[in-house]
């Protein structure tokens, strides 16, 4: 598959080295075609990869990764040309991230607005859905590094789209369907990127970037539910 990653930080990088590696066709974008970030993933990845800048590759991808800095993402995504986009999902993975003022970050939108639902705002042909951006670059692409079941959320209006993607994960990284948890329309992306607030206060506290969310709810929450609501 042609696969577009926007985006030559450690994020692009990662999910690009495992694409490419995995047999597909990655070409990363940047705001310039001769990146030397991107040379170097190009380098290292192998004759699977290849470079250009954020519009050549977005046309070049059959699927399109936002891997650029949030706080910027639409600048990108609008050099990357919105007729490239037209009918094909984009994967978003970005924060909405302002470390201007050093850390903890601060969200650049949030409470009643999304990056995610700007993007999808900005490109209403492209089908958004927002995904691993709850979680280190590393699990992202090796979700068996930590022991036992951990989630990852799937933002989108479309539901399809969030089908294929959720059978991307697991085709292309080994996420488990059971791990994946849709919670809704793009609106949904408000939660999962306000966890980020939590997220950066967690690596502090543990010491470590390398962990994940589970959620755990009574198999017979429904019933407890009633029980409480009729006493
Ligand atoms: N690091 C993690 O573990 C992690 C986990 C989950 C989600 N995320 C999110 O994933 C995204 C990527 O993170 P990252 O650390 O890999 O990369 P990053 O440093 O946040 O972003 C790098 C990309 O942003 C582009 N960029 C920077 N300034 C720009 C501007 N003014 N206009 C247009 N594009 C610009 C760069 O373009 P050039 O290539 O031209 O320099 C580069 O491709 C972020 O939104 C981040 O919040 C990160």
Redesign the pocket.
Known sequence: MRIAI???????QELGRKLAQSGHQVMIG???AD?P??ADFVARAGSNASQGTFADATAFGEVVFN????A??L??LR?AGAENFADKILID???P?DFSKGMPPTLTICNTNSLGEQIQKELPRAKVVKT??T???NLMTNPAALPGDHVIFVSGNDQDAKAQVTKWLGDWFGWQPRNIIDLGDITTARGTEMALALWIRLMVALGT?IFNYNIVTATDSTEKNREHTDT
């Open positions: 926007l985006g030559t930080g450690v994020v692009g940047s705001r310039t990146n970030k991107a891997c650029t800095s949030g910027v993402s600048d990108a050099l993975v970005s924060n991230l691993l951006n979680l280190n670059t970037p």
